[in-house]
């Protein structure tokens, strides 16, 4: 099971941008995928997160600025970043439960991470 976040980059404070998460493998079945990050000298962070049956959880600092949509039949889960701050930049995870081909219960995986850079 392989995950691959794009779609980071640099933008200005205010701007927007759209992270993608692919998961691919073999994979009966993906529960929980989300967003996490993390800022130089912090600790890694839950921005957002969604179930398979559309249940989200977001992190209260992007709370009427980010949603999580999802494609179950693609395995992609995205991150649309609004109203995007200087504070937002960090390198973005993406993240998942994965049930692959093999395995009797759901796994967790991470992706390599794709950096967001928000300029004032």
């Known amino acids: 099971v392989q995950l691959q976040a794009s779609g980071g980059g640099l933008v200005q404070a205010g701007g927007s941008l759209r992270l993608s998460c692919v998961v691919s493998g073999s994979i009966v079945r993906i529960n929980v995928m989300g967003w996490y990050r993390q800022a130089p000298g912090k600790q890694r962070e839950l921005v957002a997160a969604r179930t398979r049956s559309g249940i989200i959880n977001y992190a209260d600092f992007v709370k009427g600025r980010f949603t999580i949509p999802r494609d179950n039949a693609l395995n992609t889960v995205y991150l649309q970043m609004n109203s995007l701050k200087p504070e937002d930049t960090a390198v973005y995870y993406c993240?998942?439960?994965?049930?692959?081909?093999?395995?009797?219960?759901?796994?967790?995986?991470w992706g390599q991470g794709t950096e967001v850079t928000v300029s004032s």
């Open positions: 993240n998942a439960d994965v049930w692959a081909y093999g395995r009797s219960n759901y796994s967790n995986y």
